[in-house]
């Protein structure tokens, strides 16, 4: 089946740091990948969409310029969270969408800005 | 997209079959149904998808009524690894593409020894 593979799974940083997390389509070509923050106890919540060799497309109230999306090839996305704060600290997660197989989410990264 | 409704919560016993219910009275004939599940810090895993007959795979099944208007997967036997968040989406196509998912709040599945 289609696999995403997601890098780090967790990172502590210090705040004022940036952190870059890596959501890679390892068997197939994903020409759009989706960036999901999740905090403690609720839903998921779509940040932005990811297309390859163009710009990401932000959610309302999603800082582009705090979230850095580049979607080089069409198996990588990365995802840099700038200038961390602890308000920041959550789980991020990635997805892919691959024919008959929906939607393929990566494993998440943990993120917590000290 | 469609909203979706679900019960927050439900507690099934183990080797029982779980009913999870999902409403999506306003899906268009061209969105079809898909049943994700998250276990605790983990990204969600695709279960199954149907447009308007009733499916079934290796995992689960998925009951879709003849309006399309709801839902129900059916875990037909529960086990303690099954406890997880359940979400029902709703989005056109089945095919690989740019379509964003929105997820809803999902049903927390408890399977209790």
């Known amino acids: 089946g289609a696999v995403v593979s997601q890098h780090p799974s967790w990172v502590i940083c210090k705040s004022g740091t940036s952190v870059k997390i890596e959501c890679r389509s390892l068997?197939?070509?994903?020409?759009?990948m989706f960036w999901y923050r999740q905090f403690p106890k609720q839903s998921l919540m779509l940040m932005a969409t990811s297309n390859e060799g163009s710009k990401a497309t932000y959610e309302q109230g999603v800082e582009k310029d705090k979230f850095l999306i580049n979607h080089a090839s069409l198996t990588l996305s990365t995802l840099t969270v700038t200038s961390a704060h602890p308000e920041d600290s959550s789980f991020y997660i990635c997805?892919?969408?691959?024919?008959?197989?929906?939607?393929?989410f990566g494993s998440g990264t943990r993120l917590t800005v000290v | 997209d469609a909203k979706t409704t679900q019960p927050p919560s439900m507690d099934c016993a183990e080797g029982r079959a779980a009913n999870l219910p999902c409403n999506h009275s306003t899906i268009s004939g061209n969105e079809y149904v898909y049943w994700y599940r998250q276990i605790h810090s983990q990204g969600p895993q695709y279960i199954i998808h149907?447009?308007?007959n009733n499916e079934t795979n290796e995992m689960a099944s998925l009951i879709i009524t003849e309006d399309r208007k709801s839902s129900t997967l059916i875990l037909p036997h529960a086990t303690l690894r099954d406890t997880a968040v359940y979400y029902c989406?709703?989005?056109?196509?089945?095919?690989?593409?740019?379509?964003?998912?929105?997820f809803g709040t999902g049903t927390k599945l408890q399977v209790i020894p």
């Open positions: 989406i709703v989005r056109v196509g089945n095919s690989g593409g740019y379509q964003k998912v929105t």
């Open positions: 997805s892919a969408s691959r024919e008959n197989y929906g939607y393929t």
């Open positions: 068997d197939f070509q994903a020409t759009t």
């Open positions: 149907g447009l308007k």
